[in-house]
Every structure is written in structure tokens, then in C-alpha cells.
């Protein structure tokens, strides 16, 4: 299919990207989708993991996002991310002090007898994001 769709990643800072793309590669919580023009409507939760933008047959941007939602239509995906860093920008220092912060806390929270299955949930999804930053970290 010919053309080309808006993206939009926003964090809670700020617009990160608004342009036109071939396709977006988008981390979906059921595994990563790709994002042309003309795409069904959805909307997708996001696990922490890359969004990866394709132009002209390549690769031409690799942002992480920490999780969130993206909704797509047939012209654009608007990726609300929790956040969103570029690769490039990721530090393997920060990324093994998240991994030891999150993994602390899901040990935390999955000891309490009380803690409610969302509490854990969301624990695990925080843990598996920043595992998921530090080897994406390592790689690039």
C-alpha cells in the first residue's frame, strides 16, 4: 500500500515526534505490530520495548517507550507513551539502577499476602520495561 501515515509519540513532557512515516513498528502488549497507512482502527496498550520508524525501506528512528497506549486509525498512530527516550540517548548505568529499583519493588509487593493481582501486574510490567531498556541499552 502507497503512502505515508502521521505519527505522533507524546510523553508527559512533550511532543516527541509528529511527521510522516512509511510504518511504525509499535510494541503491543500482545507482541509488536507494525503500523501502516490505511491500519484498522485500534486501540493497543504498550509494553515497555522500541518503537521502531521506517522510511524509504530502512530504519530510520528507534525510540524506547517504558509502556502506554497508541491509537491508530487509517491516516495516523498517536503513540501516548509513559516514556519515551531515543536509543541512542539510553545509559547502561541507569537502565541496570532501574532494573535493580523495579525488581525491588516487585519483590516488595509480591511478598505482601495483601497485595491486590493489579498491584503485582503493574510491578511486573515496570520490571519487565526497564529489563527491556537494559538490553536495549546493551545493544546499541
Do not use: N, W
Amino acid at each position: 500500500m502507497a503512502g505515508k501515515t502521521r505519527l505522533e509519540i507524546v510523553s508527559p513532557e512533550k511532543l516527541l515526534l509528529s511527521r510522516e512515516v512509511d510504518m511504525a513498528v509499535i510494541p503491543g502488549a500482545e507482541g509488536d505490530m507494525g503500523v501502516l497507512p490505511g491500519h484498522a482502527p485500534m486501540i493497543v496498550t504498550l509494553r515497555g520495548g522500541v518503537i521502531a520508524i521506517h522510511d524509504e525501506g530502512r530504519v530510520t528512528d528507534r525510540l524506547f517507550v517504558a509502556g502506554g497506549f497508541a491509537e491508530v486509525t487509517p491516516e495516523r498512530c498517536t503513540v501516548l507513551a509513559d516514556e519515551a527516550v531515543p536509543v541512542a540517548d539510553l545509559s547502561r548505568a541507569e537502565a541496570a539502577v532501574r532494573v535493580t529499583t523495579a525488581q525491588a519493588e516487585y519483590d516488595a509487593v509480591s511478598r505482601q499476602g495483601a497485595a491486590s493481582p493489579a498491584a503485582i501486574e503493574a510491578a511486573m510490567a515496570r520490571l519487565q520495561a526497564a529489563q527491556t531498556m537494559a538490553q536495549v541499552a546493551e545493544a546499541a
